[in-house]
């Protein structure tokens, strides 16, 4: 079943998920810039990168389209996203944050987009657009919180280092070919929740306790390696 209702917005907001039918990924991108601040997140197992705020230009830049402004903030392959998702169900003291779900054509969960200030700026750029609902979603399996990390976590390690010099970096995530990228300083650095946690206003890294065996460092650039020493998608650059 189809429907091609406007979202209600605001506290009358329809909770549920679904597909966005015909919704071509790239031009749902460039809609990002009519969303008021919004969250990227790149997810991968043990490791959470989150850029918060405004999306003030999409462009094509080769065979990539760009998100951000004077400075990319993701650089996303054009051929890679084939499918939206719209969950609007996430509520937090009373307000929705709406999420886009982006799949690549396997139907692999590539990157998400929360809208930081309700629904309205969120759902209104969408509601033209035909969507079939999705069954809830199945319960997930509860998760143990692993132990916080101590002092010779490699993670905690370098950020710490990072932290106290007021070091300038880059922090970059990379999934499926794309490229989210932060730039700035530590404000907060919090060994918490079983996770080394860097929260600043514009960006969030969450990195599981005991994650990164190791850094794999050449003239300011350091890779986190796992404990096969893979890479596992983050890079930190000394800027």
Known sequence: MTDTQAFPAGDAAERG???LDGAEPNALLAR???????????????????????IREVRLDGDHVVLGDTDPVARIPQNLLAAVR?????????KLYPRLEFLDRDGTHVFSVTGLEGAAPFLSPLATLTRTPLPPPSAEAPVDTPDDPTDQDPALQLLGRFQRAAQP??????????????????????????????????FHLH???????????????????????RPLGLEITET
């Not at 990002?32 to 405004?54: P, S, W």
């Open 207 to 229: 990195l599981r306790a005991g994650l990164i065996a190791a850094w794999h460092s050449t003239k300011g650039h350091h890779v986190a390696l796992d404990a096969q020493a």
């Open 86 to 94: 719209l969950d609007v169900s996430a509520e937090m003291r009373g």
């Open 169 to 202: 970096l880059q922090i970059t995530a990379r999934k499926h070919g794309i490229r989210q990228i932060w730039q700035g300083v530590i404000d907060r650095l919090m060994p918490m929740g079983g996770h080394v946690n860097i929260i600043t206003k514009p």
């Open 17 to 19: 998920r679904w597909t």
């Open 32 to 54: 990002l810039t009519q969303m008021d601040r919004v969250m990227l997140a790149i997810r991968q197992d043990g490791l959470l990168h989150e850029c918060l705020g405004l």
